[in-house]
C-alpha cells in the first residue's frame, strides 16, 4: 500500500466516522451538513491531522505546496462522503421579509446620504492639512486632489433652512432635524444627492 492510498484511507475513516457519529438517517433541514464542515475542519487543525500529512511525505520537509495537496485530497473525500448523504439534506428556501417604506425609513437615507458627505470631507480635510506644505511632487498631487474633492463634496452641502423651503420631500428631513444638536453640525444633502441614495 503506498503513502497516498494510506493518507487516503486514514481520512476517510476519520471523516466518515464523524459522519456515522451525527447519525444522520432521515431528511434533515441543512444544519447538519455545516456541523458536518465544521467537525472536518476541526478535524484538519488536529495534532492527529497533521501528524498523517507528515506521514504522507516521509523523509521530506512539509511546505505549503505538501500541505495544498493533503488539504485537496481531504476536501475531496469530505465531498464524497457528503454526496452519499446529498439526498438527506434538503434544501431550504429562505423567504426575504418585506417591509414597508415609511417617511421615517426614507428619512434615514437622507440623514445616512449627508453622514457618507461628511465623512469624506472630514477624510479629505486631513489629506490638505497633512500635505499642505509639502515640498514632494507626491505631496503636492495629494493636496490638489483632496482640495478638488473637498470643494466637490462642499457643493453637496445644502443649509438647512434653504432646503427647508426649496425641498419637494419636506419629511426626508426630519431624522436629520431631529438629531441636530444646537451647533446645527449635521450635514445636509440636496435633492438630487438624497434621491441618488435612494436609488
Request: with cysteine.
Amino acid at each position: 500500500m503506498n503513502e497516498i492510498t494510506k493518507f487516503c484511507e486514514k481520512e476517510f475513516l476519520a471523516l466518515n466516522a464523524i459522519m456515522e457519529y451525527m447519525n444522520i438517517t432521515e431528511p434533515v433541514q441543512v444544519k447538519p451538513e455545516t456541523q458536518f464542515i465544521e467537525k472536518c475542519h476541526q478535524h484538519q487543525i488536529s495534532a492527529q491531522y497533521r501528524l498523517n500529512c507528515m506521514l504522507f511525505f516521509p523523509n521530506t520537509n512539509i511546505s505549503s505546496g505538501h500541505w495544498y495537496i493533503t488539504y485537496k485530497l481531504t476536501v475531496a473525500i469530505n465531498q464524497f462522503i457528503l454526496s452519499r448523504k446529498e439526498k438527506l439534506f434538503s434544501f431550504v428556501e429562505k423567504e426575504i421579509s418585506k417591509r414597508q417604506v415609511t417617511n421615517a425609513s426614507i428619512a434615514r437615507f437622507r440623514y445616512a446620504g449627508g453622514f457618507c458627505i461628511h465623512k469624506i470631507k472630514e477624510e479629505q480635510v486631513s489629506i490638505v492639512k497633512t500635505h499642505m506644505y509639502s515640498k514632494s511632487v507626491e505631496g503636492q498631487e495629494k493636496y490638489e486632489k483632496a482640495s478638488d474633492v473637498f470643494t466637490i463634496v462642499q457643493g453637496m452641502r445644502v443649509e438647512e433652512e434653504h432646503l427647508k423651503t426649496t425641498t419637494f420631500d419636506p419629511d426626508s428631513l426630519m431624522d436629520t432635524i431631529r438629531k441636530q444638536y444646537t451647533n446645527k453640525g449635521l450635514t445636509h444633502i440636496s435633492d438630487e444627492l438624497y434621491q441618488f441614495f435612494v436609488k
